[in-house]
């Protein structure tokens, strides 16, 4: 089974730039979730899908920050524009979705992100 | 806000011997607790899991214990392996199914041969 794509896996950009980050699931998974960890830190959700259906987005800035599902599969997350603070990496998960159990979140291998 | 702490950075153990790596959170909402393991470069991978309602679950050198009353709780490996050495995430969920996790911000471990 492949596990989480993420590209790219680096990227490096000037504050006030434009970025973007995409994510493709496991097959099959309905859930997909985007954290952002900054250095030293342990990730912090940014945004949940349900689908092609947002379920939380309370911690996104969205003064700059955008994230979509349009097909319920793959989604990007957007920076526009970027500044210094946005420097970290930004993981993407996925989990099933099964009534009941915890449903394991498999994360990706991340985008780090620098901005000068 | 920092609802899920691991207050210690970094742990040195020899191989063979046991680590201890703790956690505390102050949200008593939180009802399923996890964690993560993760490699330089690499996303976090899931290790162990426990619900609230268990004082202790164990899979093979991995045990997890939780003490409710204290919002404590903690991951033993035993006996500690080179391999083991990575940083490891204390993480809590408010409930099961499909809930975004909590992050306390890591402790590195290193299992010294």
């Known amino acids: 089974e492949a596990g989480v794509a993420q590209s790219p896996r680096y990227k490096i950009i000037e504050k006030r730039q434009s970025v973007a980050f995409w994510c493709n699931p496991i097959?099959?998974?309905?859930?997909l979730y985007w954290y952002q960890q900054i250095l030293g830190q342990g990730p912090k959700l940014l945004i949940q899908f349900q689908n092609n259906g947002v379920v939380d987005d309370s911690q996104l800035p969205k003064d700059r920050f955008s994230a979509e599902r349009l097909k319920g599969v793959d989604s990007t997350l957007k920076i526009q524009p970027a500044k210094l603070e946005d420097s970290a990496v930004y993981l993407c998960?996925?989990?099933?979705?099964?009534?009941?159990?915890?449903?394991?979140?498999?994360f990706g291998p991340g985008t780090r992100l620098t901005v000068l | 806000d920092q609802q899920v702490k691991q207050n210690s950075p970094s742990l040195s153990v020899q191989e063979g011997r046991i680590s201890i790596l703790n956690c505390d959170y102050t949200n008593s909402m939180f009802d399923y607790f996890l964690w993560y393991k993760k490699y330089p470069a690499e996303g976090p991978t899931f290790l162990i899991s426990?619900?609230?309602?268990?004082d202790k679950n164990e899979d093979g050198r991995f045990t997890v214990f939780l003490n409710k009353s204290a919002k404590h709780l903690s991951l033993h490996i035993v006996p500690s392996q080179p391999g083991d050495s990575a940083v490891y995430f204390c993480a809590a969920s408010l409930n099961s199914g499909n809930t975004p996790l909590v992050f306390g911000k890591g402790t590195r471990l290193s299992v010294i041969a």
């Open positions: 426990i619900s609230s309602i268990k």
């Open positions: 097959s099959g998974h309905a859930t």
């Open positions: 998960a996925s989990s099933a979705t099964s009534g009941g159990a915890y449903n394991e979140q498999f």
